[in-house]
């Protein structure tokens, strides 16, 4: 397990970087580092590890080798709880084991139990290294559960979704506007057209 495989995951802003042991065959294992950490923290531990897994460790977006989000976006930590779901998505592991590391951070310290409270069915161990669980008040889970997991799935649909934008007639971007915005007169629509499309020579 001492010999690693250098990994990237496209996302709408770049790549994920990883590292990754053993063989592909193996029980998935995403291991997610630490605050102001990367994917190396795993480099000594993983060798001392059971052999029959597929250890992957990824470096979330502005760490190690991943890219950095756009200039003036947040890092909010469930932003980075999407990136393990993208992470998880384009490995195509539907229920894998998720091992995180942490220090004094909040963000990094629930990362871990946060994604396996959103997706229990994607997770079927938890390990968690220097860290304390993810902690609800009760009355609170169900709305903030419902919520959390909506925004990312979502998310994720609409970057899958992504194609090259349609041409539309002047006329069919008119009536498309009108249909979506059903209080919005025609001479108001064509005023938003004016700025809200693009001509091209397709349309």
């Not at 709305?143 to 006329?171: C, G, M, N, Y």
Request: glycine content about 8%; aromatic content about 12%; some cysteine.
């Amino acid at each position: 397990l001492g010999m690693f495989s250098e990994v990237k995951f496209p996302v709408p802003w770049g790549h994920v970087a990883a590292k990754a042991w053993g063989s592909s065959e193996g029980h998935p294992v995403l291991c997610l580092h630490g605050w102001l950490d990367n994917a190396n923290t795993f480099d000594k531990l993983i060798p001392l590890l059971p052999r029959g897994c597929y250890y992957v460790a990824m470096d979330f977006s502005g760490h190690g080798l991943s890219s950095h989000r756009p200039a003036g976006c947040p890092y909010h930590f469930l932003d980075y709880v999407s990136d393990v779901r993208r992470v998880a998505a384009a490995l195509q592991w539907r229920r894998f084991t998720l091992m995180g590391h942490s220090m004094a951070f909040l963000s990094y310290c629930f990362m871990s139990p946060q994604f396996c409270f959103l997706y229990p069915e994607m997770v079927d161990k938890l390990i968690l290294l220097e860290n304390l669980g993810f902690l609800l008040a009760p009355e609170d889970t169900e709305a903030w559960l419902e919520s959390k997991r909506l925004v990312i799935d979502r998310l994720l649909s609409l970057e899958a979704k992504q194609r090259t934008p349609k041409a539309w007639s002047p006329e069919a971007a008119l009536q498309r506007l009108l249909e979506a915005n059903r209080h919005l007169t025609a001479e108001g629509g064509a005023i938003l057209l004016q700025r809200g499309a693009t001509e091209t020579p397709a349309g």
